[in-house]
T-cell receptor, first 107, second 113 residues
Framework: GIQVEQSPPDLILQEGANSTLRCNFS?????LQWFHQNPWGQLINLFYIPSGTKQNGRLSATTVATERYSLLYISSSQTTDSGVYFCAVEQADKLIFGTGTRLQVFP | SQTIHQWPATLVQPVGSPLSLECTVEGTSNPNLYWYRQAAGRGLQLLFYSVGIGQISSEVPQNLSASRPQDRQFILSSKKLLLSDSGFYLCAWSAWAGAYEQYFGPGTRLTVT
């Protein structure tokens, strides 16, 4: 089956720093989603981005489907950005999740 | 707007006891429904999905089963829990709106003792 790899697995930042999270996938996909899982476990939708670039406040994402990767950019990080970031790719109406990037932002 | 509910939020059950987790969706019709499990804080694993009432597909053979008795209700069950069933269970829904974006419920944290 399709493989979804995320890097880095862990990231520690000071408040105000910028970061880039990467998601690589091994096969063609219909769509791709980015999620943020907060410390209480809630999965929050960030982007639905099968291709191209989208921006939402301090966050933006770019997917290059032909090269099978997606990037999530976090600018001016805040402590509330802490948690685990997942990318998930869709095949046959099902989402396959990556292993996530755990982000810790310190004041 | 659409909302998804899960209950209970937390559950502690002894080994060998039965399980019933419920998920309901409001504000949409004929959604696709999903059950995921997350162990050790990472990596969601798809357990079951349903595209309609009574239609259940299982992704991973295991001690659990799922049912969809109504259009917007999805139930995860077990007759006898194992220690390995502990984890964080998440329900999700999607519906065609130009794309099949999935949205997740708040989850149920299950501890089997």
């Amino acid at each position: 089956g399709i493989q979804v790899e995320q890097s880095p697995p862990d990231l520690i930042l000071q408040e105000g720093a910028n970061s880039t999270l990467r998601c690589n996938f091994s096969d063609s996909v219909n769509n791709l989603q980015w999620f943020h899982q907060n410390p209480w476990g809630q999965l929050i939708n960030l982007f639905y981005i099968p291709s191209g670039t989208k921006q939402n406040g301090r966050l933006s994402a770019t997917t290059v489907a032909t090269e099978r990767y997606s990037l999530l950019y976090i600018s001016s990080s805040q402590t509330t950005d802490s948690g685990v970031y997942f990318c998930a790719v869709e095949q046959a109406d099902k989402l396959i999740f990556g292993t996530g990037t755990r982000l810790q932002v310190f004041p | 707007s659409q909302t998804i509910h899960q209950w209970p939020a937390t559950l502690v059950q002894p080994v060998g006891s039965p399980l019933s987790l419920e998920c309901t969706v409001e504000g949409t019709s004929n959604p696709n429904l999903y059950w995921y499990r997350q162990a050790a804080g990472r990596g969601l694993q798809l357990l079951f999905y349903s595209v309609g009432i009574g239609q259940i597909s299982s992704e991973v053979p295991q001690n659990l089963s799922a049912s969809r008795p109504q259009d917007r209700q999805f139930i995860l069950s077990s007759k006898k829990l194992l220690l390995s069933d502990s984890g964080f269970y998440l329900c999700a829904w999607s519906a065609w709106a130009g794309a099949y974006e999935q949205y997740f419920g708040p989850g149920t944290r299950l501890t089997v003792t």
